[in-house]
């Protein structure tokens, strides 16, 4: 486990770093042709990831993902949630912090990705530059991606549920899919260790607009932690399951 976690690791900032410099030249095409060559990346970084470490993708309730505008409201547990989710939609918009625009090459796809980018320390500001933007994304049928712990939690861990999501909803009208993982228990945060088995990805059945505020908070955080629970006890049940598994 120790070697194919650190072959991975090596290929993986490789992949990344050709990626971003010899694609370079998409900051000046259509957004269209950047966003593929973001599933491209995506897509060869989880077969890797299954080819080097033993680690599969599981996707389930792809059906209840509408071919129209919406948003998506996903637990956050690991760095290959950034990327592991991309090719599972048809032209995502990600809520991210303002700041990562500043890195190089990364930041500046970002932007041409037309991502959501968020300064965090300007709260009403904000959540209105928010609004704004999430809504011309959706208008033009992308799919609006928040992550709304705001940061990758331990998996099986209390939540901590931001606010922003539930204005958010209220604000686009639009059918929202809430979407729960196991990817922290593979992929841990803050650790170089990958483990064998079977990262699932499942798009739980959506919610209408128009839902009192209260009812739609409580289902969404209800619903997805849940459902994540049940993923962590799936893969504790597995013949070889991941120490955080084991923990829980």
Not at 65 to 83: E, N, R, Y
Not at 139 to 148: K, L, N, W
Not at 167 to 176: D, F, H, P
């Amino acid at each position: 486990m120790v070697v194919r976690s650190l072959v991975y690791f090596i290929m993986f900032y490789v992949v990344t770093a050709l990626y971003l410099v010899l694609g370079s030249w998409l900051l000046f095409g259509p957004r269209s042709w950047a966003m593929k060559g973001l599933e491209l990346h995506g897509r060869t970084c989880v077969w890797l990831l299954g080819l080097i470490c033993g680690t599969k993708l599981d996707v389930r309730g792809r059906e209840n993902l509408p071919k129209s505008g919406c948003l998506v409201i996903a637990k956050h547990q690991s760095a290959w949630d950034t990327f592991g989710l991309i090719s599972l939609f048809r032209d995502p918009a990600i809520v991210l912090k303002d700041e990562l625009k500043w890195i190089p090459f990364y930041g500046w796809f970002c932007v041409k990705f037309e991502h959501i980018l968020v300064k965090r320390d300007r709260a009403s500001a904000a959540l209105k530059a928010l609004i704004r933007d999430a809504k011309q994304r959706v208008s033009i049928g992308r799919e609006v991606v928040i992550f709304p712990e705001g940061t990758r939690t331990v998996p099986g861990a209390a939540p901590d549920y931001k606010p922003g999501y539930v204005a958010l909803y209220e604000a686009l009208g639009v059918v929202t899919v809430p979407l729960a993982l196991n990817s922290g228990l593979f992929w841990p945060r803050r650790s170089p260790w990958r483990y064998p088995g079977t990262i699932v990805v499942e798009f739980l059945p959506p919610l209408p607009p128009g839902l009192p505020r209260a009812e739609f908070r409580s289902r969404v955080e209800t619903e997805i932690e849940a459902a994540s629970r049940r993923l962590i006890e799936e893969a504790a049940g597995a013949p070889s399951p991941p120490p955080l598994a084991r923990a829980r």
